[in-house]
């Protein structure tokens, strides 16, 4: 007999506890051998006063047992909560969100009948780092961190999922036509790790054209690889467009932990009243039952569902006349698909799990460049709407082999040579390097910094300029 393995589950808020409650008795029904360690998240949680909606008890069983199935939670809006979903991906390395979008056509209605593709979206960095500041009273700011490590393990992981689940194409989104540096060094690890796949093909589109085939002709694709807030944004339409994104289910994977969930929210109005559909969950659990190793109760799971699916027992979000036999509530499809227990579909192609090798991805020690200082932004907080009078004032500063070189404001060159046309707000950046690229100090940095002061002007944050390997590693005002 298969030993217990210890989980942690959390009921969460709103149609949480009620989803969550008909997926462990389907898969409890199914014969999954767990060891369930229930710990409280959320709403109530956030409410008490923690920012965070998770106790410290409940991390302790998490990094206990390493393994998270959670139903939805709501975060209160505003009062500077931060999401937990977003807080435990990165607490505990959950580099890797994995999300499959199949069709279920004809008894799921949708226009994509042959959609079968798995997003692979990068779990930790990306704007989702949450680094926000208002710097001046018209401009706040959001700052988006891509790493070299994290592109190479969740490109690496996509590639390696690929490989093992028999897939054939991996293709990867970003937007490195406008975002050169950030989405660039994505593109590239993309590239490089894609030449080690030659049974793999590969292939790029910049997300806007991307998500516009993936809406239209969603079979083109097969793993789709893809920044954090890119991947989150098409998964949700990937779903969606297989006929309900109440269908989906989400794994979340690290090198140490892993947390299963539906990707659909709380739903509260519809919470307490035995309408929700628990598939999205249930399929979450379905990833973790071949996660942990219990890879032949997850294919009686998923076969007895995709059996009641076929039969036309559906709850209300996807019933529809003529295709749907039976409308039915949360507990009453729950025992659908327990009395399914043992069948396999008639339509569908039956679904067999195998115990699959737990993917490991390190990366690749990071080779160390040449770096030198040749320059540097100072962002200021400036309400005067002139971006002539405010490069009168300060184009003469200098310090070293910095010198003036332009003022930008959102990023546009406004001083030298700007249109009038261009609307400037309250936050402006002044650049100051070398034009030959030749090292300075950090002297000179703090001497611009002192000019710019004692001129009256509002410093709210610095941006020094580097080259590695002699290449620039910042990029050009638009309209330079």
């Known amino acids: 007999m298969t030993q217990k393995r210890a989980i942690t589950v959390a009921y969460g808020d709103g149609i949480g506890p009620e989803i969550m409650q008909a997926a462990l008795d389907i898969i409890q029904a199914a014969g999954a051998q767990l060891d369930i360690e229930v710990i409280e998240i959320g709403e109530k949680v956030y409410l008490r006063g923690n920012t965070a909606g998770i106790e410290p008890s409940a991390w302790e069983s998490l990094r206990r047992t390493k ?89 690496r992981y996509a590639f390696e999922y690929a490989r093992q689940y028999n897939r054939k194409k991996v293709t990867c989104f970003t937007k490195d036509n406008i975002m050169k540096l950030t989405d660039g060094l994505f593109h590239k690890v993309f590239d490089e790790i894609a030449a080690e796949y030659k049974d793999i093909e590969n292939e790029h589109w910049i997300i806007d054209i991307g998500a516009a085939k993936l809406a239209d002709t969603p079979e083109a694709f097969d793993v789709i690889v893809t920044p954090n807030l890119y991947g989150d944004i098409i998964s949700d339409i990937a779903a969606q467009i297989t006929g309900s994104v109440g269908l989906a289910g989400s794994a979340n994977i690290g090198d140490g932990c892993a947390m299963f969930e539906a990707i659909h929210g709380s739903a509260p109005r519809r919470a307490g009243q035995d309408l929700a559909n628990p598939s999205g969950l249930l399929l979450g659990a379905v990833q973790m039952l071949v996660h942990i190793g219990q890879a032949d109760v997850a294919s009686n799971v998923h076969n007895a569902w995709l059996a009641t699916l076929e039969q036309g027992i559906h709850t209300y979000d996807i019933y529809k006349e003529g295709v749907s036999k039976e409308k039915v509530g949360t507990k009453a499809f729950a025992q659908a698909v327990i009395a399914r227990m043992g069948t396999k579909p008639e339509k569908f192609a039956p679904v067999a799990y195998k115990a699959a090798a737990t993917i490991s991805i390190k990366p690749s020690p990071t080779k160390v460049a040449k770096k030198e200082l040749v320059g540097v932004d100072v962002f200021i907080h400036y309400k005067d709407r002139d971006p002539n009078k405010l490069g009168a004032a300060i184009r003469g500063f200098k310090a070293g082999q910095m010198n003036f070189n332009m003022i930008t404001n959102r990023g546009v060159k406004v001083y030298p040579d700007g249109f009038e046309e261009t609307f400037c707000t309250d936050h402006w950046r002044l650049r100051f390097k070398n034009e030959e690229m030749k090292p300075s100090t950090y002297t ?37």
């Open 67 to 155: 393994v998270f199935l959670k139903a939805p939670i709501t975060t209160p809006q505003g009062g500077g909560f931060k999401s937990l979903n977003v807080t435990t991906r990165k607490m505990l390395g959950l580099y890797a969100n994995v999300r499959p979008c199949t069709s279920y056509y004809p008894y799921v209605d949708t226009k994509h009948p042959k959609m079968d593709l798995v997003i692979v979206r990068e779990n930790e960095e990306d704007l989702y780092a949450g680094i926000e500041h208002q710097q001046t009273d018209e401009v706040v700011q959001c700052l988006k961190l891509i790493s070299r490590p994290g592109c190479e393990k969740i490109v």
């Open 444 to 480: 000179d940095v703090m001497e611009l910094q002192k000019q710019v002061m004692q001129a009256g002007f509002d410093i709210i944050k610095t941006e020094n300029l580097y080259t590695l390997d002699g290449k620039p590693s910042f990029s050009l005002g638009q309209g330079q």
